[in-house]
């Protein structure tokens, strides 16, 4: 029999959520029946979070239990006292790996959300509540050995925890306002030096989504010399780092669109653009045309002007296009080749106000820097000496720039089909093979993966509960009552986006829930699928369909990357009730998997998972109209 082993508790992090109303002003912290206790006089507003790390970690015996008691002040009440107690059983069986590898363990109290970060022992070890430490990968294959399967999304997060940006503008110029629709965060207060302006020295990261850090620096005007030195400087810095967490990944320089027919490029910016292969080697560079609204907004004024007569922006594309293209080639692309000296340097003119087409230009900004750093990766001479090392090792700057953006669906689709075809979806062919244990494992470590990719920020981990996996097993059970035998008996169905739209729409107000299932209960589901009649490699081909679905369902959903259960549990129910689920469903069923490879090495399954994915696929455009027509895309949910 195993000796029964402590647990050590290294940081405990506490979040006041919005609707408490009240302040925290003091906190105990202690372990029964250890001795350990400790008091912090606090202030905890609605919406904050209060970290505490511990070196030496809190041990936590066999027995024991840890007691968190906190004084809040009631507007109504005066002083009251909230206790929250943990079992270390509790904390044993619920406990999650986290995006960074870290035991973490949750529990939600009334309106207080304590998180605890497990550690191995006495040592503090870092914890999602500070900057992780990577841990540099081994030089293995790509294919998962004997052992514990570990998530790839885990080991490009050890190599590269974040994709580090420069963005280079002017105040007023639209930087944080880019940086919210991009990144999917509420605040961007970026640090200052001693005379108020952008420290480029200084990281931002972001609470709401911890997989990107910012580097802000001031525009290069004209007899600004110094701006530029110091931007030459910090570049240089960057591309001497050894390890590439430490590198810059790319550059934004931020230029506001002349719409008044001025100047678009100061000397600073010429002369950046002019020296910018010897400055920044093989970084990549997009200039983002800022404000393209407001061009928008006087090329409409014109045609008004004109007497042309439209109801909507919608309505006066087909006019304005035509003039937009002809003005950004005047005023920026011609100023801009004659600075660069080319005519293929990346831009992108984006707008950052709503009913200007925004979710688009936005979106071809994501896509335009994962293009490019991924030209560079290629064209870097130690991505060739690299070449033995494993993809997901020498890509993990440009897979971290995928992970860390919640602007395309698309890019987000692109990386999940990506990641899953270097390793784990390459194996299901075979996994007729498996045993029961490693049906299991590979079912979570595959979700971890696809989860990860998409980057919620979910306080409520409920992408990581068993409530969610175990909804989903059921969802991709082929055998249901509503599988119907023969294409034809589906008949057409409503385009996507108008599908999703209605469904949405008519379920906002419908009270869901996942199914509260203990960890038992999943693995008999897991058990489930490896005595199934059904073949197992179809349902992991449904489990991860399915999956990727209800993942897209919540990008829609979610527009500032934030969920809830309620909204993992709407999503399901859509995906559910959608006719696309059974089409998929009936697709697989009907899958014959008797030749796993195809002729020229090709893996059959791998391919089928693929077209299954991109069948039913939805733009980056065709989000925004989605979001457009549902009453409230977060925020309700």
């Not at 514990?148 to 105040?171: A, M």
């Not at 008999?524 to 490699?537: F, M, N």
């Not at 009730?577 to 030749?595: M, P, Q």
């Amino acid at each position: 029999m195993s000796t029964p082993q402590s647990v050590y508790i290294s940081s405990i992090a506490l979040n006041v959520r919005q609707q408490f109303g009240n302040t925290v002003d003091h906190i105990t912290v202690q372990t029964k029946p250890e001795s350990f206790k400790c008091e912090d006089d606090i202030e905890i507003s609605p919406g904050q979070e209060h970290k505490k790390v511990f070196d030496p970690a809190i041990q936590l015996s066999p027995k024991g239990r840890l007691s968190i008691s906190m004084q809040y002040h009631s507007r109504w009440l005066g002083s009251r006292t909230l206790s929250i107690t943990i079992k270390q059983s509790e904390v044993l069986k619920e406990a999650r790996d986290d995006a960074h590898g870290n035991r973490i363990y949750m529990k939600v109290h009334e309106h207080i959300m304590v998180s605890m970060c497990i550690s191995r022992g006495s040592v503090a070890t870092p914890s999602s509540h500070d900057t992780p430490l990577p841990r540099e990968m081994s030089n293995t294959a790509e294919t998962p050995q004997d052992g514990p399967l570990p998530p790839s999304t885990s080991e490009i997060l050890r190599i590269c925890p974040r994709f580090r940006l420069l963005i280079i503008g002017n105040s007023g110029v639209g930087k944080s306002t880019l940086i919210q629709k991009v990144f999917g965060v509420k605040d961007v207060n970026v640090s200052k030096d001693s005379r108020g302006r952008a420290d480029i020295n200084r990281e931002f990261i972001a609470a709401d989504n911890g997989l990107f850090v910012l580097h802000d620096s001031v525009g290069l005007e004209a007899g600004e010399s110094n701006s530029l030195a110091k931007v030459k400087q910090f570049i240089d810095g960057r591309r001497k780092q050894q390890h590439v967490k430490d590198k810059l990944h790319a550059v934004w320089v931020c230029l506001a669109v002349p719409y008044a027919k001025g100047r678009l490029l100061e000397a600073g910016v010429e002369e950046f653009l002019r020296d910018r292969e010897k400055i920044l080697g093989n970084i990549p560079i997009v200039v983002v045309l800022t404000k393209v609204d407001l061009l928008d907004g006087m090329l409409l004024q014109t045609l008004r002007n004109e007497g042309v007569e439209f109801k909507s922006v919608e309505e006066a594309q087909p006019k304005l296009e035509p003039r937009k293209s002809e003005f950004l080639e005047r005023y920026c692309t011609q100023p801009l080749v004659q600075a660069a000296g080319r005519r293929d340097i990346p831009r992108v003119a984006v707008s950052t106000k709503s009913g200007f087409r925004l979710e688009p230009t936005i979106s071809e900004l994501v896509k335009t820097t994962t293009s490019e750093i991924e030209r560079y990766l290629k064209a870097d001479l130690a991505y060739a000496a690299a070449a033995e090392r494993p993809s997901i090792e020498r890509n993990a700057p440009l897979y971290i720039a995928g992970m860390a953006q919640r602007a395309s669906i698309e890019t987000k689709v692109d990386l999940t089909i990506a990641l899953g075809k270097k390793r784990y979806w390459t194996n299901l062919g075979a996994s007729f093979k498996f045993s029961e244990e490693k049906v299991k494992e590979y079912l979570l470590v595959i979700h971890q993966d696809i989860i990860q990719v998409w980057n919620f920020n979910d306080l409520e981990m409920a992408l990581q509960s068993d409530n969610f996996k175990a909804a989903l097993l059921e969802t991709s059970n082929l055998g249901v009552h509503d599988i119907l035998d023969g294409a034809a008996a589906l008949g057409p169905v409503t385009p996507l986006v108008a599908a999703l739209s209605g469904l949405i729409t008519d379920l906002i107000g419908v009270s869901v829930a996942l199914p509260i299932v203990a960890g038992v209960v999943l693995a008999k589901l897991c058990s489930e699928i490896y005595k199934s009649s059904q073949t197992i490699v179809k349902r992991f081909m449904a489990y991860i369909t399915d999956l990727i679905y209800v993942m897209r369902i919540l990008f829609i959903m979610a527009p500032k990357g934030s969920v809830t259960s309620r909204d993992v549990a709407l999503a399901v129910e859509v995906y559910n009730r959608s006719a696309y689920r059974n089409r998929v469903h009936l697709e697989i069923k009907d899958f014959g998997t008797n030749l796993v490879m195809l002729p020229g090495g090709r893996d059959q399954v791998l391919e089928r998972i693929e077209v299954l994915i991109r069948r039913y696929s939805i733009s980056d455009e065709e989000v925004s109209h989605v979001r457009d027509q549902i009453p409230a895309a977060e925020g309700s949910l």
